[in-house]
């Protein structure tokens, strides 16, 4: 059904053009009365049942959308579904020439006629031919029709002439209760539209109705064009075209020719040359020169609001140039009606812009320097500094950024600080060493570490202030290339009372000390270097830095068995932390987090916020959130029975420490596949992973550290581990017990913990079975104290059975640990013997009994992620960044059970949280 404008055309006049005389010797073009052939490519049932069942009667359905989006078609196709239910239906398409109104009361009376003809008044009245029909009967003939109609009248925008628009109007209100009309333009017209809606008597349907939804799309280019795409390809064209019909139906043309269907959606924008022509000959030469004009110079703004189109444009009468615009349908939407701010659809835009550079391109410097200076004034930097750099004005540019890169390091907005100063060569930034220290940051943030590197490097004899900002930068680089040693070192030099102070370099200094703190076992100075970095990022407002300094804390405290203590801090932090703009730093919390959920069983809100955060925590790439993220989702996986997926997730970890140079992270990939290995019995493969792991170069540097990630899953729980399922358990009890201790003498009591599961485990195969229940009681009795669950599970079906045993021998007891042991066995005693024996997640099927509701933010997100906005568009239309859109779609995927925003869309549908 979805066809291009010039297509429509042809169809309508290439029907018979038989003219019939009429009134005052103007003649009737019988074209004009009968609908155009409608190309039903894709049907739109939901739209014509919307129609059919108003809850009220309409008087008039107005379809009011820019060209492309398939007015035309749909009021074809609603007219034969219309006749087909017996309905008398009459049509008109409009044309310039029906600004003289004896033409238009000539076809509008000859179009009435025709339901005379099925009314079959004709005989009765005395008039044999419609077309004398006097325009002064015509009220009253439709007044006065008996039978249930629709009168279509197509094109309207064509009609400029107020009197035509009266004389239509006063048809309306002379419509009986069982007549309508529908009506299709491309502007909004002046029929009383607002005394029709507030009487219920108006049906509006936009352009938000007509764009094309996922299913829409894929029918139109899998089961028409025959073209055979992804599910992914197919939402990236959607998102591209923002579900305009022609540009899809204009796209799919080009498809069906095209060697590389992939490689062309990705470069699919404005600049396609079909594109450009629709636009250029259906759309922008038609428009009025004063509207061209605007058009062009607010093109290069994402959003449009009346005070900074003047002061681009140089005008004083934006508001009323945009309503122009948004009653014309010219590609506008609606952002904000309380300060009447609109944006352009993307693919418009990009043709503008194309436009613009081609007609007028040294115009464009101006208007985005005219830009800047407005946002500059209004307290905005971002989109100041963004238009400043695209003016090409680098003094102004590097002057803003010297002013707000301190407050944006505060925000954690690394990526887009990076992004900015790469365009900036670095010879222009050496008068500015601030920001150079900010550039170095952000790069850092964002694992470019070769270059943040050589900028530091210049940085030969800095000053006081300056060599602060360097050392932190180097603890930092050091941490993230996974360093303890140096690291170590170098915090313990520098941080004395000479550098003391509350500045954001202190903060960062103290942080990364108290992160290897941890990791030596040294808690106390570690809680005095996080207290004194929480109160430095305080002091400078910055409420990721407090956040991520409360994330080591918890760590600290899940180290030490503290389980309880580090889920409420966590969780504390990661609210706070959720409301900065650096999403990514925040989603680091969200890992350990879930990682602490993980280990209380609580495997469906792990894995929640999992879906949420680790991707978006990989571009902070410090070692153990990577690990610690890919672990715990490797075994919720395994926990769901999906040990595809869990090996996919082990790999994938691997891959990332290949590609980033980070060792740590490649050995626990391998530590993983042993401990799946070795519960599952493949003992001979399981000594292979073991010994792939044993990077000597790389545990030797960790020498004198326990990285949290390390803790647990480390090198010597999967030696133990193997010995005790190869049948050496003997040799296994002596290590155990010597480790137990070291470890409570560390106060590491998760460490411990976990030792004292695999020693009852040990001495059970010893043959100890007294030794092996006190020894598993007391586990038990730590686990129940924190609440640990899944730390007993992740040992498999060994371990359970001796649960099972333990409790069957205090059976006619009712301890404490009873319920406990209940909670631990439960899932495992309730699934088949092919499950994993975890906490289940709910099922596919579960979606309604398992949905918990989407905020206010998130309903906004998916009702707008329907009409088919990519991720950019998105932000655009609530000024929020491109980070947050992908949180919230994380979050709103996780809510509704699904992986993709195709299947979230199709869930909420299904459960009525859309239309």
Wanted: hydrophobic share 40%.
């Amino acid at each position: 059904m979805i066809d291009s404008a010039r297509d429509m055309r042809t169809d309508r006049h290439t029907n018979s053009a038989r003219a019939v005389p009429g009134q005052g010797g103007s003649r009737v073009i019988a074209s004009k009365l009968a609908p155009p052939v409608a190309r039903s490519l894709v049907p739109r049932p939901q739209i014509h049942e919307r129609l059919l069942n108003a809850e009220t009667s309409p008087k008039l359905i107005l379809i009011s959308a820019p060209a492309g989006f398939g007015k035309t078609s749909l009021m074809a196709q609603h007219h034969a579904l219309l006749q087909a239910r017996g309905v008398r239906a009459c049509w008109l398409t409009l044309d310039q020439a029906d600004n003289d109104m004896e033409r238009l009361m000539l076809h509008l009376g000859a179009a009435l006629g025709s339901l005379d003809d099925l009314d079959g008044r004709e005989a009765q009245s005395g008039i044999s031919d419609p077309a004398t029909v006097p325009s002064s009967d015509l009220p009253y003939r439709i007044a006065t029709t008996r039978q249930a109609f629709a009168f279509f009248i197509d094109e309207l925008e064509v009609l400029l002439n107020p009197a035509g628009l009266d004389f239509i109007r006063l048809l309306t209100t002379h419509l009986p209760p069982h007549g309508r009309f529908v009506i299709g333009s491309r502007t909004i017209p002046s029929l009383g539209l607002g005394r029709l809606r507030a009487r219920g008597q108006l049906v509006e349907i936009t352009a938000a109705d007509l764009k094309l939804s996922f299913a829409e799309t894929a029918a139109l280019l899998r089961r028409n064009r025959q073209l055979t795409l992804s599910d992914e390809e197919v939402e990236t064209l959607l998102q591209r075209t923002e579900g305009w019909p022609a540009a899809i139906q204009l796209a799919s043309l080009s498809l069906a020719s095209h060697h590389n269907p992939e490689r062309f959606i990705a470069a699919f924008s404005s600049s396609n040359s079909d594109v450009t022509d629709y636009l250029a000959e259906d759309v922008f030469r038609h428009l009025p020169h004063d509207i061209r004009d605007f058009l062009l110079r607010t093109c290069i703004l994402r959003e449009l609001s009346p005070p900074l189109c003047d002061a681009v444009t140089g005008r004083k009468d934006s508001a009323t140039m945009l309503e122009r615009i948004e009653r014309a349908n010219l590609f506008v939407t609606q952002t904000d009606k309380r300060t009447r701010e609109y944006r352009y659809h993307a693919l418009f835009s990009g043709f503008l812009q194309q436009q613009l550079a081609a007609l007028y391109p040294w115009v464009t410097p101006s208007l985005h320097g005219a830009a800047s200076r407005w946002f500059s004034e209004a307290g905005r930097p971002i989109p100041a500094i963004e238009h400043a750099l695209l003016s090409g004005d680098l003094p102004r540019s590097l002057e803003l950024l010297a002013t707000h890169a301190d407050w944006m390091l505060r925000e954690g907005r690394f990526s887009l600080l990076a992004r900015w100063l790469k365009q900036i060569p670095l010879e222009e930034l050496a008068p500015y060493p601030d920001l150079r220290i900010a550039f170095a940051w952000a790069l850092t943030a964002t694992r470019n570490l070769a270059l943040a590197k050589e900028i530091l490097d210049g940085f030969v004899d800095p000053s006081d202030a300056i060599r602060t900002w360097v050392v932190a930068l180097r603890a930092y680089l050091l941490t993230m290339e996974d360093r303890p040693s140096e690291c170590f070192a170098l915090c313990r030099r520098e941080l004395g009372p000479s550098n003391a102070g509350l500045t954001t370099q202190y903060a960062s200094l103290n942080y990364f000390f108290a992160y290897w703190l941890v990791a030596a076992d040294d808690f106390t100075d570690a809680l005095r270097c996080l207290d004194e970095s929480k109160r430095a990022y305080a002091c400078v407002e910055s409420a990721v830095g407090v956040a991520i300094a409360e994330r080591v804390h918890g760590t600290m405290e899940l180290v030490q068995g503290h389980l309880r203590d580090a889920t409420m801090r966590l969780r504390r932090a990661y609210e706070n932390s959720a409301q900065s703009r650096e999403v990514s730093l925040s989603a680091t919390v969200g890992v350990i987090l879930a990682r602490v959920l993980y280990e209380r069983g609580e495997l469906s809100g792990a894995e929640r916020l999992l879906n949420e955060c680790l991707a978006l925590a990989k571009e902070s790439g410090i070692p153990d959130i990577l690990i610690n993220g890919s672990i715990t989702s490797a075994r919720i996986a395994e926990a769901r029975g999906d040990r595809e997926q869990a090996l996919e997730l082990i790999s994938d970890l691997e891959n990332l420490g290949h590609h980033a140079n980070l060792p740590r992270l490649v050995a626990s990939a391998w530590l993983e596949r042993a401990r799946l290995a070795t519960i599952d019995g493949e003992l001979s493969l399981a000594a292979t992973y073991l010994e792939n792991a044993d990077d000597k170069q790389l545990w030797g540097s960790m020498d004198g550290f326990t990285p949290d990630a390390n803790d647990v899953d480390s090198l010597l729980t999967g030696r133990l581990r193997w010995r005790i399922h190869a049948g050496k358990a003997d040799t296994a009890v002596v290590a155990l017990k010597d480790h137990l201790k070291q470890a409570l003498q560390a106060n590491r009591h998760h460490r411990a913990l976990k030792l004292r599961i695999l020693l009852a485990s040990a001495l059970q195969v010893c043959g100890d079975f007294r030794g092996s229940m006190r020894t598993l009681t007391e586990a038990l009795q730590f686990g129940a104290r924190e609440g640990f669950i899944s730390i007993f599970r992740d040992e498999g079906p060994q371990v359970l059975s001796m649960l099972a045993t333990l409790r069957e021998t205090a059976a006619d007891q009712e301890t404490e640990l009873s319920g406990f042991m209940h909670r631990l066995l439960a899932p495992w005693e309730t699934s088949s013997p092919t499950q994993a024996p975890h906490q289940p997640l709910p099922s596919a099927q579960a979606h309604a009994e398992s949905f918990e509701g989407l905020t206010d933010r998130e309903h906004q997100v998916l009702t707008i992620l329907a009409s088919g906005l990519s991720n950019q568009e998105l932000a655009g239309k609530l000024f929020v960044s491109e980070s947050t859109v992908k949180t919230h779609l994380a979050r709103i995927n996780t809510k509704l059970g699904v992986h993709n925003r195709t299947q979230a869309i199709a869930v909420a549908r299904k459960l009525g949280v859309i239309q």
